[in-house]
T-cell receptor, first 114, second 111 residues
């Protein structure tokens, strides 16, 4: 079955460490996205990528980095420059089919700084 | 700046009644609108999407879109306690930057 896989489900980071969250999709979607969700808040866009080897900053890109070397993979690195990284991270992919935008989400990664 | 506005709630509805969730959006270029349900600590799950003016029904759920008023709503008929969750409204398709989400409405169905 096609879908998006995020790993790990839970991740703990020490102060000053970089960590990388994985996102893989087998939907053959061109566009992929990373969102962050804080308690009681909606989803805020961190980075997005429309095609391989290209990506754009979203609303809250500071302290994060991404790569898009393969169509199916869009890993997110939370760097030590991100001062408050504890949050729920969601990866998504989209495709426009017959003029309608379809969106799919992974199951999320909960990151906690210890 | 594209914005999607929702009342954060909580919205409390008796079991069996109709729950009405509302959303407004600022980007007139948005073409597709989505309603997601999210249980605490879980990923959002798609309930419905709508891209044409009017109503779209799926089981107990009805999505309504009014592009002239930039307004989207979700009606849940015969509300069940299991419908208690946060409902996220999102719009997209107006640009290359994916979906813009509202902050969500917390719905509580009282048994």
């Amino acid at each position: 079955d096609g879908g998006i896989t995020q790993s790990p489900k839970y991740l703990f980071r020490k102060e000053g460490q970089n960590v990388t969250l994985s996102c893989e999709q087998n939907l053959n979607h061109d566009a992929m996205y990373w969102y962050r969700q804080d308690p009681g808040q909606g989803l805020r866009l961190i980075y997005y990528s429309q095609i391989v080897n290209d990506f754009q900053k979203g609303d809250i890109a500071e302290g994060y980095s991404v790569s898009r070397e393969k169509k199916e993979s869009f890993p997110l690195t939370v760097t030590s420059a991100q001062k408050n990284p504890t949050a729920f991270y969601l990866c998504a992919s989209t495709q426009t089919v017959r003029g309608v935008l379809e969106a799919f989400f992974g199951q999320g990664t909960r990151l906690t700084v210890v | 700046q594209k914005e999607v506005e929702q009342n954060s709630g909580p919205l409390s509805v008796p079991e069996g009644a109709i729950a009405s969730l509302n959303c407004t959006y600022s980007d007139r270029g948005s073409q597709s609108f989505f309603w997601y349900r999210q249980y605490s600590g879980k990923s959002p799950e798609l309930i419905m999407f709508i891209y044409s003016n009017g109503d779209k029904e799926d089981g107990r759920f009805t999505a309504q879109l009014n592009k002239a008023s930039q307004y989207v709503s979700l009606l849940i008929r015969d509300s069940q306690p299991s419908d208690s969750a946060t409902y996220l409204c999102a719009g997209g398709g107006g640009g290359a930057d994916g979906l813009t989400f509202g902050k969500g409405t917390h719905l509580i169905i009282q048994p």
